[in-house]
């Protein structure tokens, strides 16, 4: 039958070794996603969120089960065609923030486009920026914005790859709410298009009550929340 689903994972294994010895962090873990569809998933700090965006993103190998992006097998592409996909189709917003500050923000939402061979005209970004409340930014370096205002270049460069699937890390957090409805019209807009699934790690309540499904992370297993 075919797969119908953006993105699937199944049975998905990681675990750390640390000074407490090795810990389970995702036990088994299955996860599905179709384009046009916003998941957001919640869960108490440490439960392994992050852990299992870095797995969905390749950017962490999985130590067991397997992740099918569009029908690929994830973890078993090599590391430039990971790369490939996380300047293309694969967009990820983090939460520690990855800006390069010897870059201006243009520069810097531009980038992946570069890697990807995709060409961009200023008035996309323009626009693209105005959306986001950071109209007139395009030439500032990191260094002169905000926490808030860099996550929102983050997110704007992540946007600029017109992806099918973003994966994105508690984006909400720490902005004011008239901000954070910012980052929710852009999220609604891109599930309204259907072209993009959206994974949404977040515990940002207006966030979660716009989302088509809620997942809670415990015991390093996705589950309905209670
Ligand atoms: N590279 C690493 N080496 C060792 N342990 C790690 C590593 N990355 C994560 N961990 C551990 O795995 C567990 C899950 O971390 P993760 O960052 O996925 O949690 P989280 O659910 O995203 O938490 P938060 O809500 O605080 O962001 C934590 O106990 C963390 O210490
Ligand atoms: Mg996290």
């Given amino acids: 039958m075919e797969d119908r689903n953006l993105l699937s994972c199944e049975g998905l294994e990681r675990s750390f070794r640390d000074s407490r010895g090795s810990r389970l962090i995702l036990?088994?873990?299955?996860l599905s996603l179709r384009r046009g569809e916003l998941l957001c998933i919640s869960g108490r700090s440490g439960a392994g969120k992050s852990t299992l965006l870095h797995c969905l993103a390749g950017l962490l190998r999985p130590d067991g089960g397997s992740i099918r992006?569009?029908?690929?097998a994830i973890e078993k592409l090599s590391e430039t065609r990971r790369a490939r996909l996380r300047a293309g189709p694969v967009a990820?917003?983090?939460?520690?923030l990855r800006l390069l500050e010897h870059l201006s923000v243009a520069e810097n939402i531009l980038l992946p486009g570069l890697f990807a061979g995709r060409r961009r005209k200023a008035d996309e970004i323009n626009?693209?920026?105005?959306?986001?409340g950071l109209?007139?930014?395009?030439e500032a370096m990191p260094s002169?914005?905000?926490g808030g205002e860099r996550q929102r270049v983050s997110l704007a460069r992540s946007l600029m790859q017109e992806p099918s699937l973003l994966l994105a890390d508690e984006v909400t957090a720490n902005l004011d709410r008239e901000t954070a409805e910012m980052i929710l019209g852009v999220f609604d807009r891109l599930r309204s298009?259907?072209?993009?699934?959206?994974?949404?790690?977040t515990h940002h309540p207006d966030l979660i009550g716009m989302a088509d499904r809620h997942l809670r992370m415990e015991d390093g297993l996705l589950a309905e929340p209670t």
């Fill in 135 to 138: 109209g007139g930014y395009a």
């Fill in 92 to 96: 990820v917003v983090f939460q520690s």
């Fill in 27 to 30: 036990r088994g873990l299955d």
């Fill in 127 to 132: 626009d693209l920026l105005e959306e986001l």
């Fill in 69 to 72: 992006f569009e029908g690929q």
């Fill in 144 to 146: 002169d914005l905000s």
């Fill in 193 to 201: 298009s259907g072209r993009t699934g959206i994974l949404a790690v």
